[in-house]
T-cell receptor, first 111, second 116 residues
Framework: DAKTTQPPSMDCAEGRAANLPCNHS???????VYWYRQIHSQGPQYIIH???NNETNEMASLIITEDRKSSTLILPHATLRDTAVYYC????????????FGTGTRLKVLA | SAVISQKPSRDICQRGTSLTIQCQVD?????MFWYRQQPGQSLTLIAT?????????ESGFVIDKFPISRPNLTFSTLTVSNMSPEDSSIYLC?????????????FGPGTRLLVL
């Protein structure tokens, strides 16, 4: 299973864009990149996922490099409620739903 | 996305006892998973709960310690047996293979367990 590497912590000013990087250099061609966040020990919340193309939804944007070895989650206008631990996960191919969680990035949004 | 509930939400238990955690989802799902999150740590997968068959356990987790039931497509239980203080963790269930984003996992709120 492909592993992910994320910075342990980041700060972001409220109202600014938060850019959270993830390295997944051993990803294979049919593995998806998923992002979740966990606010104060609640259950992880699904944010977004993608395979090759950039993706956007109401919560965030996901930018995946052309070689797929890294990705960036963008929260366009961070608020204090976005303070959380963000996890980048590489999901194995269809039929294998198992996730391997890394250590994540602790994002602190500052007022 | 699926609505997932867990019972109890938290508990304080004595060492040597057992606790059964319930996970209920509001729609039928193919896959249910159980995770453990020790204090200050990331999530670790305990097992995959398979409907109609025995659970599939990850390395380091055994059925005698963490027996799992999956009687139907909306319900599962995890029992933490013969507990010790090292079992103090958040236990989370997740589901996948339902409607919508079928291969995306959705997580329950967790059960916070403290073993004295």
């Amino acid at each position: 299973d492909a592993k992910t590497t994320q910075p342990p912590s980041m700060d972001c000013a409220e109202g600014r864009a938060a850019n959270l990087p993830c390295n997944h250099s051993t990803i294979s061609g049919n593995e998806y990149v998923y992002w979740y966040r966990q606010i104060h020990s609640q259950g992880p919340q699904y944010i977004i996922h993608g395979l090759k193309n950039n993706e956007t939804n109401e919560m965030a944007s996901l930018i995946i490099t052309e070689d797929r070895k890294s990705s960036t989650l963008i929260l366009p206008h961070a608020t204090l409620r976005d303070t959380a631990v963000y996890y980048c996960i590489v999901r194995p191919p269809s039929g294998t739903y198992k996730y391997i969680f890394g250590t994540g990035t602790r994002l602190k949004v500052l007022a | 996305s699926a609505v997932i509930s867990q019972k109890p939400s938290r508990d304080i238990c004595q060492r040597g006892t057992s606790l059964t955690i319930q996970c209920q989802v509001d729609s039928q799902v193919t896959m249910m998973f159980w995770y453990r999150q020790q204090p200050g740590q990331s999530l670790t997968l305990i097992a995959t709960a398979n409907q109609g068959s025995e659970a599939t356990y990850e390395s380091g987790f055994v059925i005698d310690k963490f027996p799992i039931s999956r009687p139907n497509l909306t319900f599962s239980t995890l029992t933490v047996s013969n507990m010790s203080p090292e079992d103090s963790s958040i236990y989370l269930c997740s589901v996948a293979g339902g409607q919508g984003k079928a291969e995306t996992q959705y997580f329950g709120p967790g059960t916070r367990l403290l073993v004295l």
